[in-house]
């Protein structure tokens, strides 16, 4: 599929990436964002300790860690999102929701 090609970034690049990560979990702008207790692709609320940091393009297709890229994920969000595809993202996202009664 044409969007699961992509040229893998520069290992430096994620390496930096994920410190700035570390970093930004820290700040006050990210407990803000785990302590509204919701995951930001299922719309569940989940306890903020069991809330984890996700790219939303990966640091490996060439995201960035910055906060337009940077947003809490419950961790079988975290989990789905690495081994699907998009368009079979986009299936579990709205199923999830669905089964939750979330407004997708
Ligand atoms: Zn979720």
Redesign the pocket.
């Known amino acids: 599929m044409m969007d699961d090609l992509f040229i893998p970034a520069d290992p430096d690049v994620v390496q930096r990436e994920r410190l700035k990560a570390k970093e930004l979990k820290r700040s006050a702008w990210w407990k803000g964002q785990v302590g509204r207790g919701v995951?930001h692709?299922?719309g569940?609320r989940v306890p903020s300790a069991e809330l984890t940091l996700d790219h939303v393009v990966p640091l490996i297709r060439g995201g960035r860690t910055t906060r337009g890229n940077c947003v809490p994920?419950?961790m079988?969000?975290n989990q789905e999102k690495r081994h699907l595809s998009s368009t079979q993202w986009q299936s579990y996202v709205e199923e999830?929701k669905r089964v939750a009664g979330v407004p997708v």
Do not use: I
Request: charged share 10%; glycine share 0%; proline share 0%.
């Open positions: 995951c692709y299922c569940l994920a419950c079988a969000c999830k």
